[in-house]
């Protein structure tokens, strides 16, 4: 498939279904994320798969850092979180691990890594793999970065739901980019 092809084709697929992306698949995604643009060619990337019964694990790990950060959390609350990664086949946390103090900022970094989970879902698209970028309230508990092995000042960029898409897909809506483009301004 071509890149504008892929690039105007590609939705989010909020249902997935068995299979997960195979060993060759999951290697081709993440090949495509890694030649993201980096400034400073930092890779700031880390990716930690999660698929099958590691989900269950997942899921409670999410829990624990939530409830952590915000003890008022109900149960329906908690069984949502808990039961969300089994929403996929597999969930590619993405992280971004930040130098701090770098003359390459902080939000080039995450940008990095956003750039890196673009190219990813491109490719998933590409090859016939359903994806759907998801962030939410784990992605900020400063107790799940641990929880992952990272720390606080790193940054969870998103968890990318894997899988086969279900159904038909989704037609993308064509955006006018014309409302966003802007004049620069005189003084
Ligand atoms: C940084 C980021 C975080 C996102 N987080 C969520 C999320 O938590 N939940 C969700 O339903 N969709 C999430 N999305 C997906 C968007 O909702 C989706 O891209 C948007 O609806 C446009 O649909 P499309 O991807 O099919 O074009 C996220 C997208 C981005 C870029």
């Known amino acids: 498939m071509d ?4 690039i105007n084709e590609r939705v989010s697929c909020p249902r997935l279904q068995e299979p997960p992306p195979d060993a060759a698949q999951l290697e081709q995604l993440l090949k495509a994320a890694v ?10 990337w880390r990716f930690i798969t999660v698929a099958g019964e590691d989900r269950q694990r997942f899921g409670q790990m999410v829990v624990d850092a939530c409830i952590a950060g915000q003890p008022d959390l109900n149960e329906a609350q908690c069984e949502k979180l ?7 086949p597999m969930v590619l946390v993405v ?3 930040i130098q701090v103090e770098h003359k390459v900022s ?3 970094q995450i940008m990095a890594c956003a ?5 990813l879902l491109l490719t998933a698209h590409a090859i016939g793999v359903g994806a759907m970028w998801r962030t939410g309230a784990p992605a900020l508990s400063n107790e799940l970065k641990v929880a992952l092995g990272f720390s606080p000042k790193d940054e969870i960029v998103g968890f990318i739901y894997l ?3 279900c159904g038909s897909p989704r037609v993308p809506s064509m955006d006018d980019p014309a409302p966003y483009v802007r004049q620069l301004p005189h003084v």
């Open 106 to 108: 902080e939000i080039d």
């Open 35 to 44: 030649r993201a643009p980096d400034h400073g060619l930092l890779r700031p």
């Open 115 to 119: 750039a890196a989970v673009q190219n």
């Open 82 to 88: 808990r039961l969300a990664p089994l929403r996929a």
């Open 3 to 6: 890149i504008l092809t892929a």
């Open 95 to 97: 992280v971004a691990e």
């Open 163 to 165: 899988g086969t898409p």
